[in-house]
């Protein structure tokens, strides 16, 4: 076969796949999955917030995470039910983000969807095993996804560049919620209302993640995985700052705001 005769077979093959994930993505199964997603991703943002304003105040119990929303809602009546639609609705999300990731405008939107992907992924396993009653918190599943790695050839370097990656991913939550650039995830222009909460909560992530990630580059540093902290030990870590009650619960109102802007972007997501 020639050169060219083999160009056109893989532009034919690359087409097909867009073709295929262009399908996928636009099923109204699969986009009214991703919707929902969003929307319970709301949910469980309003109970990491509530969770978290605990922490602020002293309470204990449930840690302050998605897993622990998880947790809090399988402890209700309808628990059950909860889960396995927030499994159904998150992984329907994830598929949607892997055909975006296919055929994204540019290469900078696929690697971000397929990241997407990755964590809208996460999440629907997580949910799944708290309806198998086997589910662990962040700080656990964090601990030892460190320990795992750190028993790798270069384990500690690949930590705290891991932890540099998640910094970067906070501070570009940052940047999006203080620039707007989340307007441009709608179909239609949201309410001022909306805009605000948007603002404040990729801002308010932004910093959970920043201290997230720091956590993990201490745990890479020192050799000691148990530095590697999920939300929950990020905000526990917080809380013992100076200042730190009123920091925890402007990250937790930031949280919420976020949830609230979660539900709109339900209706409003380009999907």
């Known amino acids: 076969m020639t050169v060219s005769g083999k160009s056109a077979r893989g532009i034919r093959v690359t087409s097909e796949v867009s073709h295929a994930a262009t399908s996928v993505g636009d099923h109204p199964v699969v986009t009214a999955g991703a919707r929902a997603g969003y929307a319970v991703s709301g949910l469980l943002h309003l ?15 449930t840690e302050a995470d998605p897993s622990g929303a998880m947790a809090l809602v399988a402890t209700t009546r309808v628990g059950f039910a909860v889960l ?36 809208y992924g996460g999440l629907a396993w997580s949910a799944t095993t708290f309806v198998m009653g086997v589910g662990q918190s962040s700080d656990q599943q964090a601990n030892g996804a460190t320990m795992t790695v750190m028993r790798l050839p270069y384990g500690a370097v690949l930590v705290v560049a891991g932890g540099f990656v998640v910094v970067g991913v906070g501070i570009y939550h940052v940047y999006k919620g203080a620039m707007e650039r989340f307007r441009t995830d709608l179909q239609t222009s949201p309410s001022h209302a909306i805009m605000l909460a948007g603002k404040v909560g990729y801002v308010a992530k932004g910093i959970a993640l920043i201290a997230v990630g720091i956590g993990i580059v201490v745990a890479g540093l020192s050799n000691h995985p148990s530095s590697s902290r999920g939300l929950d030990g990020a905000l526990h870590d917080m809380v013992a700052l100076p200042w730190g009650q009123a920091v925890v619960t402007l990250v937790a109102a930031g949280f919420a705001a976020y949830g609230l802007y979660s539900f709109s972007r339900a209706r409003r997501a380009r999907v």
């Open 47 to 61: 109970l990491i917030a509530w969770l978290g304003l605990q922490i602020a105040f002293g309470g204990s119990g």
């Open 84 to 119: 396995v639609a927030t499994a159904i609705a998150f992984a329907l999300l994830a598929v949607w983000q892997v055909t975006e990731g296919v055929r994204g405008p540019g290469a900078g939107d696929r690697v971000k969807a397929w990241a997407k992907a990755l964590v």
